[in-house]
C-alpha cells in the first residue's frame, strides 16, 4: 500500500472514529470499531473488552487516555505475543510499535493519563462519577477527546498497513 493510500485510509479511520465517539463515546471502543472497519482483524470480543478502559480505567481518569488503550490493544492484536507463546520471549516488535504510539500521543496531547487530557482540554479535572461534574467535562471539552480518539486511529491504522 502506498503512502498516499494509507494516509487516506487513514483520514477515513479519523472521521469514522471521531463521529462515533460523539455519538456514542466509550473512546477506547470506538477506536478498536473502526480498526475493525477499516483493517480488520480486531474482534467483537476484543471491542467489548475494551469498555472498563474508557475515561482511564473505570471513568476514574487517573489512567491512560482510552483512545490510547484502544489504539495499543489494536497494536498489540496485530503485532503481539500469541497465547501459545508466552514461554517464547518478549516480542520486542510489539513493543516498539506500542512505544511509537504513546511517544506520538504525549507529544502530540501533552500527556497519557485521562487527568493529563482533561487539564489539557479545559484546565482541570474532574469526577466523572458525579452527574454534574461528567456533564461540565462534556460541555468544557467540545470536541477533543473525540479528535484525540480520531487522531490515535489515524496513527494505527497507518501503523497496520
Known sequence: MSNEDKAGLGE???EKAVQYEL????CPQCVLATVQETVGIIDDSTIKASHGLSGGGGLMAQGA???L???LMALSAK?????????????INNFKKTKELVERFQQEFGGITCEDLQKQFTGRTYDMWN?????????AR??????????VTKWVVEMMK
Request: charged fraction near 25%; charge should be neutral.
Open 131 to 139: 452527574a454534574a461534574e461528567y456533564q461540565a467535562f462534556s460541555d
Open 79 to 91: 503485532y503481539g505475543r500469541d497465547r501459545d507463546k508466552l514461554d517464547k520471549g518478549r516480542c
Open 69 to 71: 488503550t484502544g489504539g
Open 142 to 151: 467540545g470536541k477533543q477527546c473525540a479528535h484525540a480518539t480520531g487522531t
Open 23 to 26: 455519538d456514542y463515546g466509550c
Open 12 to 14: 477515513q479511520a479519523y
Open 65 to 67: 487516555c482510552g483512545a
